[in-house]
């Protein structure tokens, strides 16, 4: 399985991006697929993920009511509209896949498949 992130950039604080998540491989309805992301010196944070299927979807908890995770599962494609940025967003935006139990999807250790990553810079 390989994922491809793309859609990073430079935005201005209370801006909109969308970031988008190409996957070669199986996405079974039952694997999830989920956003982490990394701001330099911080150790990575969950921000969003779902089953393949459109069920059980979580958010972090700083980006609840802002980011908003989707599929298109027979493109094999994720995405993650992000609204209402803001400076503390900024970070390398991750998309994974794995098979993690619903209780244990926030976990970065439970996906096995890691994208290359893309930057999103909110400017103040």
């Known amino acids: 399985v390989q994922l491809q992130a793309s859609g990073g950039g430079l935005v201005q604080a209370g801006g909109s991006l969308r970031l988008s998540c190409a996957a070669s491989?199986?996405?079974?309805?039952?694997?999830?697929v989920a956003w982490f992301r990394q701001a330099p010196g911080k150790e990575r944070e969950f921000v969003a993920a779902?089953?393949?299927?459109?069920?059980?979807?979580i958010y972090g908890d700083s980006v609840k009511g802002r980011f908003i995770i989707s599929r298109e599962q027979v493109k094999k494609s994720a995405y993650l509209q992000m609204n209402s940025l803001k400076p503390e967003d900024t970070a390398v935006y991750y998309c994974?896949?794995?098979?993690?139990?619903?209780?244990?999807?926030?976990?970065?250790?439970?996906?096995?498949?890691w994208g290359q990553g893309t930057q999103v810079t909110v400017s103040s």
């Open positions: 994974a896949q794995g098979r993690p139990i619903i209780t244990n999807m926030h976990n970065s250790r439970a996906y096995d498949y």
């Open positions: 779902m089953r393949w299927s459109g069920n059980s979807i």
């Open positions: 491989g199986p996405t079974h309805s039952t694997y999830s």
